[in-house]
């Protein structure tokens, strides 16, 4: 089971947009729709994010929303806060098994 | 608020068994699948597996020779052994509820920094 494929790195100023990718297989990503999105701080533990493709669990800001078409499902964060520079990781159902993407940084200009 | 609070040996050698169990508060054990995700310094998230609180397991595959996951209900815990640890066993070693299965992690552990060296 190979990770899912993130961009290393994205930034945006604050207020802009930022756009995440999650690349995937027709075993994974593509098969179902069930990719969740963690936001991670360093030494922190993830937080959920994103589920089921586009859901926010309550508390959520409605600034993060998911999307998915084919193999890639994409992570949106409107309105770019300084918060909101961390470590995001997309995950998805494979099966019985489970499996994460690579990590994006994202860095708020 | 459900709290998920995990324990264990934080340095091995080589070839000793990991061991780590983690404790649900505040919530209950049964309906869920409660899972064990490491991430080794600087890298990515890795899921290790889960189980559910029927005692089905499911496991990765590149690990699954090596672990044992296991539940105690009367006591709402669960509990990771990784056997034959290496220096590439070396990550912080978190237990998380997953919803329903499908990869939603909603609680996490704290978190435990696990050290394979000799």
């Known amino acids: 089971q190979s990770a899912l494929t993130q961009p290393p790195s994205a930034s945006g100023s604050p207020g802009q947009s930022v756009t995440i990718s999650c690349t995937g297989t027709?075993?994974?990503?593509?098969?179902?729709?069930?990719v969740s999105w963690y936001q991670q701080y360093p030494g922190k533990a993830p937080k959920l994010m994103i589920y089921?493709?586009?859901k926010r669990p309550s508390g959520v800001p409605d600034r993060f929303s998911g999307s998915k078409s084919g193999n890639t499902a994409s992570l949106t964060v409107s309105g770019l806060q300084a918060e909101d520079e961390a470590d995001y990781y997309c995950?998805?159902?494979?099966?019985?098994?489970?499996?994460f993407g690579t990590g994006t940084k994202v860095t708020v200009l | 608020q459900v709290q998920l609070q995990q324990w264990g040996a934080g340095l091995l050698k080589p070839s000793e068994t990991l061991s780590l169990t983690c404790a649900v508060y505040?919530?209950?054990?049964?309906?869920?699948?409660w899972s064990w995700i490491r991430q080794p310094p600087d890298k990515g998230l890795e899921w290790i597996g889960e189980?559910?609180?029927?005692?089905?397991?499911n496991y990765n595959p590149s690990l699954k020779s090596r672990v044992i996951i296991s539940g105690d209900t009367s006591k709402n815990q669960f509990s990771l052994k990784l056997s034959s640890v290496t220096a590439a066993d070396t990550a912080v070693y978190y237990c998380?509820?997953?919803?329903?299965?499908?990869?939603?992690?909603?609680?996490w552990g704290q978190g435990t920094l696990v050290t394979v060296s000799s």
């Open positions: 995950s998805s159902y494979a099966g019985s098994n489970k499996v």
């Open positions: 089921e493709v586009s």
């Open positions: 027709s075993s994974d990503v593509g098969g179902y729709n069930y």
């Open positions: 998380a509820r997953d919803r329903s299965g499908v990869a939603v992690l909603e609680y």
């Open positions: 505040g919530g209950p054990f049964s309906g869920y699948f």
């Open positions: 189980i559910n609180h029927s005692g089905r397991t």
